[in-house]
């Protein structure tokens, strides 16, 4: 199957250079390289799944959750005095 593909210029510099190193064209080098990449992904199967680690505890008082700039606002004034 013929595909097109778009690569940067660092890329295809690497690639074309690779590729003759290993004395392939780039066609087979990026087959061979993509085919090396999948069969890699399938002997390690997927990622696990993520897990959000919670905590049981109150925000401290006069701190809105729902207002998360106000926090650094009051930090920077704490830190740095009123402009």
Wanted: no cysteine.
């Amino acid at each position: 199957m013929r595909t097109t593909i778009s690569l940067d210029d660092r890329l295809d510099r690497q690639v074309r250079r690779e590729a003759a190193a290993r004395g392939l064209s780039v066609s087979a080098f990026i087959a061979r390289t993509l085919d090396d990449a999948l069969k890699q992904r399938e002997r390690t199967g997927p990622p696990p799944p993520f897990r959000l680690v919670t905590v049981r505890a109150r925000p401290r008082p006069g701190v809105d959750l729902d207002r998360p700039r106000a926090l650094e606002a009051g930090d920077d004034v704490t830190r740095f005095g009123r402009g």
